[in-house]
């Protein structure tokens, strides 16, 4: 049964790579034996982030771009087809950078650069599919606020709730996994999502132990989640075990959208 959870020298493309999450994300796929090319916008983050996890003894390489520059992403993934000739697993992870209420670039590069992505890796994912028995895999990393909206309660006055156009944002990118889950399941392509709950970053949690509290005091599992907490789910719907999932969204929240 142990194989069907085996990723070992499957080829993964996760971007974002160099982010709070995506880090551990990389690491954790390094470490279960795939192959992790690891995206940033900045090449300098992306190497530096290659060379821990092979330090750490996994495999991982560089693949800087910007997933919104279609002439950058095509010449990343034509590089993917010279050194692979496939892609296993692709992992949607880039977040924008916005400025408040920036809903189009909020939206351009977590719901369209996703789907460009998606489907200028087709060719590379279908060989992939031919050779996997679970198919290939794409995992698109949501969000508890792409279903369920900020309790505004949580945050203070001087704490802003989670802004609306991120969870506008990750609803979208939720709709999209049901569609393409769909319309790329004859091809066996797997199209997933993961919508990670309460996962506060390093800074907030040293910055805000009070807001940190009220969080997890709200969670039926009584505490916010730790970013390791996200490997094994994500690690589950990449691998064979996840063979017969798609289209499908799964929460690793601590029950925060069960309420």
């Known amino acids: 049964m142990n194989s069907v959870f085996d990723i070992r020298d499957r080829v993964v493309l996760l971007t974002g790579a160099t982010g709070y999450l995506g880090r551990i994300l990389a690491r954790g796929f390094a ?5 992790v090319l690891v995206n940033s916008r900045s090449s300098s983050r992306a190497q530096a982030l290659a060379n821990e996890l092979v330090a750490a003894g996994g495999q991982a390489l560089p693949l800087a771009f910007d997933v919104t520059d279609s002439a950058a992403r095509l010449a990343a993934l034509a590089w ?24 189009a670039r909020s939206y351009q590069v977590g719901v369209v650069a996703a789907n460009d992505l998606i489907e200028d890796s087709l060719g590379l994912l279908a060989t992939s599919a031919a050779r996997n028995p679970g198919g290939a895999s794409v995992i698109n990393m949501a969000s508890m606020y792409g279903v369920v909206s900020p309790d505004p309660s949580l945050y203070g006055k001087n704490f802003p709730p989670n802004p609306v156009e991120y969870g506008a944002a ?43 509290q009220r969080l997890g005091q709200r969670n039926p599992l009584g505490r916010i989640g730790q970013p390791e907490e996200l490997v094994g789910p994500a690690l589950f719907l990449a691998s064979d075990a996840a063979s017969y999932i798609t289209g499908a969204n799964l929460p690793v929240d601590g029950g925060w959208t069960s309420w």
């Open 170 to 212: 990750k609803a979208g990118l939720l709709q999209l996994t049901r569609h393409l889950g769909v319309v790329l399941g004859p091809r066996r392509i797997r199209v997933n999502a993961l919508s990670p709950g309460p996962f506060p970053s390093t800074a907030v949690q040293e910055q805000s132990p009070d807001f940190i």
């Open 80 to 103: 993917v087809q010279q050194q692979f000739g496939r892609l296993d697993i692709l992992i949607n992870n880039a977040m924008a950078v916005f400025e408040p209420r920036d809903f």
């Open 31 to 35: 470490l279960a034996g795939a192959v």
